[in-house]
Structure formats: structure tokens, C-alpha cells
């Protein structure tokens, strides 16, 4: 009797632990429109994009929509309110951007249980980039590359 007892309470500890960590491990869903100084360059940059919790990185899944232009970053977080979530995006050419995730219920439909941010970002070009961009353009009107032709000989 007295081992059927300690085995229920056991179990009843298991489903309780369980049950509340599975209500508090929320789906996140992130949506990064990052737009390069030089416009020329957007489509052509694939920044690099990490999410962390105080330091600690965040493994996710990253989709992209053409037709919005959006990256899509879905994860799971355990602690959603007590979260200190850093979105960090690097490129080639570019001064690295962080910014603080401000993760909310969907206000629209209370039922839904994910979390969700959307963050729009303006990537400057570094001073190297920017000096090497203006020194092509004016080598390229002194010297007319783009509108000769070139032969192999």
C-alpha cells in the first residue's frame, strides 16, 4: 500500500512538472525586413541573424517571403516574461545592428498561443564600405568602365 501511495504521488509530480513546463515552452515567431543603405545591395546581402537570451544563443528556423521581402525567425522560449531576447544582424560591409525583441500575444485572436515581434532595420554602410563605394563610382565616370567594350586582346 505504502508503495502505491509513493509511485501516485511520483506520477502526480511527473504530470504536474510536465504539464507546466509544456504550457510555459511558447512558440516565438520573429519577422526581420533588413534594408541596406545602398539599395543596390538588398537581395544581393543575406545578412547573418542571431537571437539570444542574455548572452546565450537561440537555435531557430529561418524561411524567407519573397513577395514581402520578410525573414521569418520561428523558436521556442521557455520564459517568455522573463526573457532577455537580442536580435543581433550582421553583412559584409555593414555596422552590426542589435535590437531588444518585444515578443506579444497576437492581439487579434486570444486563442492563438505563440508570441510574435517584426522588426524593420536600415543596415549603414562601415566608413571602409561606404570610401570604397564613392572611389568606384568616380573611377567609374572618369574612365567610363561601364560604357566600353571590352576585348580579350
Known amino acids: 500500500m505504502r508503495r502505491l501511495f509513493i509511485v501516485s504521488v511520483l506520477f502526480l509530480l511527473a504530470m504536474l512538472t510536465g504539464s507546466v513546463a509544456a504550457a510555459d515552452n511558447a512558440t516565438c515567431e520573429v519577422g526581420v525586413l533588413v534594408s541596406c543603405q545602398y539599395s543596390d545591395d538588398n537581395g544581393r546581402i543575406n ?26 525567425l520561428i523558436f521556442q522560449h521557455s520564459n517568455i516574461s522573463a526573457a532577455n531576447l537580442t ?60 560604357g566600353k567594350k571590352r576585348s580579350l586582346l
Open 47 to 72: 545578412p547573418t541573424l542571431e537571437i539570444t537570451d542574455s548572452g546565450t544563443g537561440i537555435e531557430y528556423n529561418r524561411t524567407y517571403d519573397p513577395s514581402s521581402g520578410y525573414t521569418k
Open 87 to 146: 536580435l543581433t544582424v550582421r553583412a559584409p560591409g555593414y555596422v552590426t545592428v542589435e535590437r531588444r525583441l518585444n515578443l506579444k500575444p497576437n492581439p487579434m485572436d486570444p486563442q492563438d498561443r505563440r508570441y510574435y515581434a517584426s522588426i524593420n532595420l536600415l543596415l549603414n554602410a562601415t566608413e571602409p564600405y561606404r570610401i570604397g563605394r564613392e572611389v568606384t563610382d568616380k573611377a567609374d565616370k572618369l574612365l567610363n568602365f561601364t
